[in-house]
């Protein structure tokens, strides 16, 4: 096992250091021989990996441990992720094909599916019907189901969005005649650099000819009828809170959150314990910074499986607005740099004129960013009232409001997205191109590959890291490789990242032989406050811009109030003794659903207290905390906000 | 507790139970109206079960589990959609459903029509109504409902204590003002039930499977043979008037600095145009904390305790006066006679003379006041004759 480690690593690191050419190397090895033979080696080093068999046969995994004790994962895991990678590929006949049986063990019921997935999202629902239309074309049956935490189909999804159909048209080439809520044709491109007063409008460095303003909520709920047209079950209101493991490690499946637990952890006279159900291959699809992606990816080291570096994010705060009509203009796109962030914090906006005299007018702040008084709500709400913007929304009323983080890691930050027992799509494993602004292409077509492969895995024999293969191989993979050096560059500042981004753009086009590397990991960017000064922001005028707790009402966010907090502190002493001296409590500001406050107890001292009802489901908190000691686990099934035109 | 026993009784290990259940906005939904002003926007909005009609379910799942009932059929009228509300009946527990296709949305007394010639159809023991939905809130149709079968009806259930096996009646405790209200109906009876009846259950994912398999049986308007007509007709939907936003002051020095610089510009106006309600209205109460400070000022001040001023006295005898004041005024007898009580007993306590002595900032500004609205009276004295020789001419 050692050996083999070492073997790996050192042929990875001796040879080169940069990423791109590692993964070349990758590709190389998994097809040539001397790595691959070590691999094989170890199947026999390991038989019981070889011997076990799919989920339906194994023993179910030992549940000994209180489920809410059980999301810590193992440490001292010790098998590298590679040993698992090239197993067995699973056994086609072990059972009947397209069945699903229902069964009750110990009072807890375990429902087995063929594949199982993880998120209602853009990626989720089309590696589910790119399934089924591979069943059709090649006569099969394979049971697919898919569970979502929001309580409908597209609740939780909230995107810009001006969409590029380039998946979809792969996935279902008659959209156009079967009234997807695609309609608004991108019509102008326009790109300003915001001064305090003024909008300097720059060259366009967006080309969205042929893309589409779009509601992605919207298209999701579409993508879902057309999901269950085919047949494919999708359960909203159930949270995936855990892995399901089997004996040798593989994962089998996911277990559905308890429902009716009241806040100081007792059953109420409604509890309902949570469902184990079973994928022979599972898929996640859970979305950026996904609660159990990112436990995989730990626990199987998929990142350092292939070199990759950590992930980094950015906060989208998102309103749309219903304007005047003699404003409105369908189809014009709008991107603005510069204020109101400063120099230094990579981000900027996007206005976007949809349908039905909507806009969607959002700040991205990458959340990098080192001033811990920053606070990306504010900065949204001080956008509203530049010139440019406000003379836009002057008149209109605001009819919903979201936020939730994005990837902008791009190429360098890709983990190995198969693990044994299914794979990452989607944003969950990060394919956003970052100059594009765009990932719903990426994050579909990663589902449909993800999905050819789930195929040929359990229906011809093949392997599931054939998915990492035609993903290298696909359209994905050359837009975001020619897209890497652009995100990095803006490390230096905007104006150098400018220039970078232009000398990309315009000459070089992804061409240039070196990849920059990413900063510091997101929470680790965060400055001390002693170094700043807080920042004094401008109270909201009730028109343009809105206190936190109007724009929550908008988002039509709402949690069981009595249920543990799904907000977990893992060391509860260190908001205190940390973020609060240190920091200045930089997540009583990042969080744009001031779910975290700072009150005095009974002796007068402050204490954080978690608001947990108002959670925007953003992930943010579990990125940019200084010391990582927030964890965003799911919550009640069903709870959440309720986007509908996000 | 009538014991008439003419009608055939219901046979309660076959008793049916009929739960009426509605398609809402859900309840955590910021709702808007839409901008023609002719209802509720639900496109492209989070519907669920009325929270009062998954209530009234729960109770008719419970009566059925005890063994009183076989079975839960559940019902919806309206779009294509109510089949998701049903299938989540389904999954809660109920046996089967019956939807009923209406593409416009109905006022109570037609749905309490349909669902009478259901009942007709269905012969349950029981109907089960929530008490109201949540969208047009009219606590209509169960009453509607139980008139229109000429059956006993018990609204507003908070607690229902099944059925004698014998007897066949259920009592139902509703919760009036002052306390519980407990009523015994026979069978067949109509019940609604009312929030605290009871804690609805989870639809469970294999229940939810399960219901899939369920049969919901559709039925037009005319399989019933109701007549839709309605003689009632929604004109508008408005959104109601946007309230001013609250403060939330952090001490009382701060809710006195308020009362002082903000209150009293609007308390004269509060005073002309609010009713008094028991306690004199919202000006009274403002009010009260003035004279009280006013009354304790004149009391050290004079050696002499005050009685205390009854503020809802005080601020009567203030609109009096200003209705006396006015009066005069239209009958052209004293023209100042209005004004004069404004600045004896209203502007002094408003600008609390009594507390403030030269020194405070409050003190000038009075002085001033009381300056420029004097000034007012001689241009409008001398612009008077004018106005009253326009008016003349006119008639």
Redesign the interface.
Known sequence: MKKMKALFRSSSSSSLSFTIMHRFLLKLSSSTNPLRNSKNQLHLILPRFLSSTTASESPPPPRTSHPSNRFISRSGYPYSADSFRKSRPFSSNSRALGVRC?SSEAGR?S?EYDVLIIGAGPAGLSAAIRLKQLCQEKNADLSVCVVEKG??VG?HVISGNVFEPLALDELLPHWRQEQAPIEVAASSDKFWFLTKNRAISLPSPFDNKGNYVISLS?LVRWLGGKAEELGI?I?PG?SASEVLYDASDKVVGIA?KD??ISKDGSK???F?PG?D?KGRVTLFAEGCRGSLSEKIIKKYKLREEVNAQHQTYALGIKEVWEIDESKHNPGEVVHTLGWPLDPKTYGGSFLYHMNDRQVALGLVVALNYKNPFLNPYEEFQKLKHHPAIKRILEGGTV?QYGARTLNEGGFQSIPYPVFPGGAIIGCSAGFLNVPKIKGTHTAMKSGMLAAEAAFGALHEGLNMNTYWDTLRGSWVWKELYSARNYRPAFEYGLIPGLAVSAMEHYVLKGKVPFTLKHGKADHEATDLARKWKPIEYPKPD?VLSFDVPTSL??S???HDHDQPSHLRLKDPKIPEKVNLPEYGAPESRYCPARVYEYVEDEEGKPKLQINAQNCLHCKACDIKDPKQNIEWTVPEGGGGP?Y??M | HQTHKSAPLTNLRTMKILVAVKRVV?Y???I?VKPDKTGVDTQ???M?MNPFCEIALEEALRIKEAGFAKEVVAVSIGPPQCVDTLRTGLAMGADRGIHVEANSSFLPLTIAKILKSLADVENPGLIFLGKQAIDDDCNQTGQMVAALLGWPQATFASKVVVLDKDKQFATVDREVDGGLETLSVDLPAVITTDLRLN????A???N??KAKSKPIKKMTLEDLKVDIKSDIEIVEVTEPKKRK?GVIVSSVDELIDKLKNEAHASLWNYYRFSGFGVDGGPAAKKLALKLNLANANLSSRLWVTLSNIEVRQASVTIVSLIAIGGVIFVIRKIFGAYLAVYFTIVSPILYDIYNNGPEDRYFSPFWIELFKISLQLQIFRSYKAKIMQSMRMDE
Do not use: C, H, W
Request: no cysteine; net charge positive.
């Open positions: 229902i019921e429902i309580a409908e609740g919207q079950e359960y159930f559905t429902m009716g109420k006279e409604t309902q469902v159900i009819l009730g009402y908008r039509n966010t709402n309720a509908s035109v | 859900d955590a939904v910021k808007r492209n909005v989070k669920s804690q609805p259950r989870y469970t994912l294999p939810i499977m936003s």
